[in-house]
């Protein structure tokens, strides 16, 4: 075992044998992780600050996809930034190298690297706030199918450590950006327009054809993203920061425009989210997690699935009138 490995042990153990006590809900497995990232950061850091110092300036943590939404199922993988305050050559390496330390870290307490680079490592996700701030300028102006992913991702952030207004400066930027220009809040919703087909007029539910998967629904992809998806556009679209899902349909019931649609969606994102955590608990991988064997169901769970992934095709054909209505 490396010395790295052994700095991180016990974290592992700890997340492998106390999971099945948090999966009762969504809510109590996402603190349970915020729990264990926590201890990784704190080793992290000490162990980075021996080599090379304190932070030279203020400085933000941030989380991005299912974790900045608080939406992580049991196996995860690592999506995170950093924002900095000082705009110079000696900050930039001491944070990414910290990020570096973190993302090392996370991946000997089971959260393997992004396999997409979506971490703090990454000289694109860890920057200056004057870079950040360009940064964004240039992928609202861009408004390719590329750089408006990433705005979708900036969406997503949640503070982890450091100081929170760096991360809401930066979500305030897209919003403000976004609601003052129908055109680029089309092209934000085109990014996620592309919906694969997963149940039939007579209520068939499509499945992978081939691949070791065949048989099998990718729940993800089919389900959860066109929730996640959508009802960030609409966040976006009346500049609601907040992160979760659950959350900003929170919000979004409050608006006058979109109050009488929302609770039949939140119902079903809830319902989801449980039908998750009870399909994919025993997932050997993280790939393997996003998937579930439909011929293991029985008729009420396959019933509650096919209502699944109606209600979103729904909420998806909503949001595309709405972003096409301007």
């Given at each position: 075992?490396?010395?790295?490995?052994?700095?991180?042990?016990?974290?592992?153990?700890?997340?492998?044998?106390?999971?099945?006590?948090?999966?009762?809900?969504t809510q109590r497995l996402n603190a349970f992780h915020d729990e264990i990232m926590t201890q990784v950061f704190s080793r992290a850091f000490k162990l980075h600050e021996q080599v090379y110092g304190p932070p030279p300036c203020p400085?933000?943590?941030?989380?991005?996809?299912?974790?900045?939404?608080?939406?992580?199922?049991?196996?995860?993988?690592?999506?995170?930034?950093?924002?900095?305050?000082?705009d110079t050559e000696e900050a930039s390496t001491y944070f990414l190298q910290l990020g570096q330390t973190f993302a090392d870290g996370l991946n000997e307490a089971g959260y393997p690297y992004c396999e997409g680079n979506v971490m703090s490592s990454n000289p694109i996700w860890c920057r200056s706030a004057a870079e950040w701030k360009n940064q964004i300028s240039s992928w609202i102006e861009e408004e390719t199918l590329g750089t408006m992913r990433s705005l979708h991702m900036i969406y997503d952030a949640r503070i982890f450590h450091g100081e929170k207004e760096a991360v809401s400066t930066l979500k305030k930027q897209v919003s403000i950006a976004l609601?003052?220009?129908?055109?680029?809040?089309?092209?934000?919703?085109?990014?996620?327009?592309?919906?694969?087909?997963?149940?039939?007029?007579?209520?068939?539910?499509?499945?992978?054809?081939?691949?070791?998967?065949?048989g099998s629904l990718n729940l993800k992809q089919s389900a959860f993203l066109p929730y996640v998806n959508a009802i960030r556009v609409l966040a976006v679209s009346e500049g609601i920061e907040l992160s979760s899902t659950l959350n900003r349909m929170k919000a979004l019931k409050q608006v006058p425009a979109h109050a009488g649609r929302i609770p039949e969606y939140e119902e079903a994102f809830r319902t989801l989210l449980d039908f998750r955590l009870r399909a994919l608990k025993n997932a050997p991988d993280y790939d393997s997690s996003h998937y579930i064997n439909i011929e293991l169901l029985g008729p009420i769970r396959k019933r509650e699935l096919r209502h699944i992934l109606k209600t979103a095709e729904s909420l998806h054909h909503y949001v595309q009138r709405w972003t096409t209505k301007g």
């Amino acid at each position: 075992m490396t010395t790295r490995e052994q700095l991180y042990a016990d974290i592992l153990q700890e997340k492998e044998e106390m999971m099945d006590q948090h999966l009762h809900s969504t809510q109590r497995l996402n603190a349970f992780h915020d729990e264990i990232m926590t201890q990784v950061f704190s080793r992290a850091f000490k162990l980075h600050e021996q080599v090379y110092g304190p932070p030279p300036c203020p400085y933000s943590l941030f989380l991005l996809g299912s974790a900045g939404r608080f939406e992580q199922g049991t196996i995860s993988d690592q999506d995170h930034g950093i924002v900095f305050q000082l705009d110079t050559e000696e900050a930039s390496t001491y944070f990414l190298q910290l990020g570096q330390t973190f993302a090392d870290g996370l991946n000997e307490a089971g959260y393997p690297y992004c396999e997409g680079n979506v971490m703090s490592s990454n000289p694109i996700w860890c920057r200056s706030a004057a870079e950040w701030k360009n940064q964004i300028s240039s992928w609202i102006e861009e408004e390719t199918l590329g750089t408006m992913r990433s705005l979708h991702m900036i969406y997503d952030a949640r503070i982890f450590h450091g100081e929170k207004e760096a991360v809401s400066t930066l979500k305030k930027q897209v919003s403000i950006a976004l609601k003052k220009d129908a055109h680029k809040l089309k092209r934000f919703f085109e990014n996620i327009q592309y919906m694969k087909k997963s149940v039939g007029l007579f209520g068939q539910i499509f499945t992978e054809q081939n691949g070791q998967h065949a048989g099998s629904l990718n729940l993800k992809q089919s389900a959860f993203l066109p929730y996640v998806n959508a009802i960030r556009v609409l966040a976006v679209s009346e500049g609601i920061e907040l992160s979760s899902t659950l959350n900003r349909m929170k919000a979004l019931k409050q608006v006058p425009a979109h109050a009488g649609r929302i609770p039949e969606y939140e119902e079903a994102f809830r319902t989801l989210l449980d039908f998750r955590l009870r399909a994919l608990k025993n997932a050997p991988d993280y790939d393997s997690s996003h998937y579930i064997n439909i011929e293991l169901l029985g008729p009420i769970r396959k019933r509650e699935l096919r209502h699944i992934l109606k209600t979103a095709e729904s909420l998806h054909h909503y949001v595309q009138r709405w972003t096409t209505k301007g």
